[in-house]
Structure formats: C-alpha cells, structure tokens
C-alpha cells in the first residue's frame, strides 16, 4: 500500500514557544522574552556599528555581507540573444544578512 506524504506545516512562533516551554520547565511568556532578548542582540550585532556577525553556538552563524554598488554599463553583449547589445542599470550598494550552518545543525540532518 502507498503511504499518503501529507505535506507537514512548519511550526508557528507559539507552537516553538510551548514547546520549549514544556520542554525546560519555563513559562511560555519567559521563553518569549529569550527570543526578544536574542533578537535585540541580532540587532545589535549586525547594525552598522557592531561586528557584522551573531553566532547561535552550536546552530548557525548570521553574518552581515556588504554589496558595492555597481556602475550601469552600455552596449554589453546580450547573453540570451547573441549578437545583440544591451544597457544595464546600475545597482546601489547593499546589505545582505547570510545564515552559516555550523557543525551541530549539519549533524542534525
């Protein structure tokens, strides 16, 4: 018989707090405050001013990646259409947050 892959929700934020509440004998509430506690520290360590870098120990390593802007350019070959010509626009510089599993999430999976 065929096994029916019923597709499985991710969790939402109250689920993952009453579970690790049930799980560490800590009221839901003061887990919640943790979360809004690690996510002040995020915040802290990733703005302009900090050290563009927050590690979860164990879990992952969220680190800032600063983009340069690019200049526009004109008359560049069109890859798609050969023998074409194209103008590209010019991109300002960005900000980009990049998630790094370390050795404890890469052993979970």
Known sequence: ??????????????????????????????????FDAMAGLMKKDLSSRGPGSFTIPGLMKIVKVSKPKRPAKKHVPNPFRPGEFMDVAAKPASNAVKVRPLKGLKDMV
């Open 1 to 34: 018989m065929a096994q029916s892959t019923a597709a499985v929700k991710a969790r939402s934020k109250t689920q993952i707090c009453d579970d690790i509440a049930a799980a560490t004998d800590l009221t839901r509430r003061q887990v919640s405050a943790v």
